[in-house]
């Protein structure tokens, strides 16, 4: 049976570490700026690919983390600052656009910058970079949280990934921690849509009240 480790290999051998550090920051900042690009397991299949690549698991893990941690900062920064800039400091954000982030951002339990953090491991706001923007939220604050949001969320997986490929033998902790990561994100998923649910029936019954 190939292994996820065989099978990464075979559709990265030609990046090398440089050009897996790279393909991070760009998942990460593509995930933060345009659309969903399940981080979590990228960072964990390239976390994988330490044995074939000659690396130290440990530094491996750190250089991961912190391009993650950068593109999450790049892909915000460069949403907030194309949002703030170009539309809402000449007031040209659609009004319909304005309206629907203000409510859902009043909407939600955890308000202000704090959602980021929830945001983490509930998502309940995509691109956070334009809540940032047309909510004026304070900026160091919004990028503190995105800064130990990240940290946090993916320090935990790549721990998991670590303890797993110690106690089990490599090819079976590689299934087990892709086999986790997408439990995890189908529970976040999950979380996101019950949380949702929740908070638009509070909403309907405190308009009946």
Do not use: H
């Not at 700026?33 to 690549?53: C, K, R, S, T, W």
């Not at 991961?64 to 194309?82: D, H, K």
């Not at 800064?147 to 320090?155: A, H, M, T």
């Not at 086999?179 to 995890?184: E, K, P």
């Amino acid at each position: 049976m190939t292994s996820l480790g065989e099978v990464l290999s075979n559709l990265m051998k030609d990046l090398g570490w440089p050009g897996l550090l790279i393909a991070m920051f760009l998942i990460f900042l593509v995930d933060a700026a345009i659309l969903p690009a399940l981080p979590e397991v990228f960072i964990i299949a390239f976390y994988v690919q330490y044995g074939i690549l000659g690396v130290e698991p440990l530094p491996w893990a750190i250089a991961l983390l912190m391009l993650a941690v950068a593109g999450e900062i790049s892909g915000n920064g460069i949403i907030y600052t194309v949002s703030n800039k170009f539309l809402v400091e000449r007031k040209r954000m659609p009004k319909l656009i304005d309206k629907a982030i203000r409510g859902w951002a009043n909407f939600l339990v955890v308000r202000g910058e704090r959602v980021i953090l929830v945001n983490r491991f509930a998502p309940a706001i995509p691109l956070i970079g334009i809540f940032i923007a047309v909510c004026k939220w304070n900026v160091r604050k919004s990028f503190t949280y995105i800064i130990l949001g990240s940290l946090v969320k993916y320090s935990l997986l790549l721990a998991l990934v670590g303890y797993l490929n110690v106690v089990y033998d490599p090819q079976v902790a590689q299934w087990l921690t892709l086999g986790a990561v997408v439990v995890i994100v189908v529970l976040s998923v999950i979380a996101a849509v019950i949380r949702r649910r929740r908070l638009r029936k509070s909403a309907v019954l405190s308009e009946k009240t």
